[in-house]
């Protein structure tokens, strides 16, 4: 019964953010990660039927939930639903001229453009997967992720220097302006200091 989920979902619809933004809702989303009726869900969350069936059919209208199938109980038929991902990202597209973009190159060791960068990849990876999705198609990305220890701040500014020059060595190799088929890609690379798992949002080692 249980329908094979997308690890992740991109959220560019305001009404769809706006559900993820209120906790019973987030709340539901959470359980269906595996199909569950109203009633099954109503008393875990001490919450009435007729409230989880309210907020089951708001989240039906979005997309962010769909029904995978029917249980009979006694005399009643239950529908069960299942969220439609396992998680959900928000595209910053949804706040218009208030979301962030990348702040000009020479600031690029503040947090601001790193935020910038992200938002920036988040709205134009949003906008690609709907367009894919529209068309029956994917499109091309890579992801790398590394985590380094710095000794020292200076191991850090020499690791920022070599990374610097073999990124522009790269570029000036592959990019070719007079390609009559190419395409354009656009390559972000940052780095912040790793959150420990136990620790607030805004902690994070210092070098």
Not at 49 to 57: A, D, F, M, T, V
Not at 67 to 75: D, P
Request: net charge positive; aromatic share 4%.
């Amino acid at each position: 019964m249980t329908a094979a989920l997308p690890e992740l979902s991109l959220v560019h619809e305001p009404a769809q953010a706006s559900s993820l933004i209120d906790a019973t809702r987030r709340d539901l989303l959470e359980r269906l990660r595996e199909p569950g009726s109203a009633a099954g869900l109503a008393r875990p969350l001490g919450i009435p039927r007729q409230s989880i069936n309210y907020h089951l059919r708001e989240l039906e209208r979005t997309g962010l939930v769909r029904c995978v199938g029917e249980q009979r109980k006694g005399n009643c038929t239950e529908r069960l639903m299942q969220a439609t991902a396992r998680a959900f990202v928000i595209s910053p597209e949804i706040l218009g001229s208030l979301a962030p973009s990348p702040a000009p190159a020479e600031d690029r060791m503040s947090a601001a453009t790193l935020v910038g960068a992200a938002a920036e990849t988040i709205r134009s990876v949003s906008a690609l997967d709907r367009k894919a999705a529209a068309e029956g198609k994917r499109f091309a990305t890579l992801t790398l992720e590394a985590e380094i220890r710095f000794a020292s701040a200076e191991a850090r500014a020499a690791f920022a220097a070599e990374l610097t020059d073999a990124v522009a060595r790269l570029v000036a190799r592959f990019h070719d302006d007079h390609a009559p088929a190419g395409r354009t890609f656009r390559l972000v690379v940052g780095t912040h200091p790793k959150v420990p798992p136990a620790a607030p949002a805004s902690g994070g080692d210092r070098v």
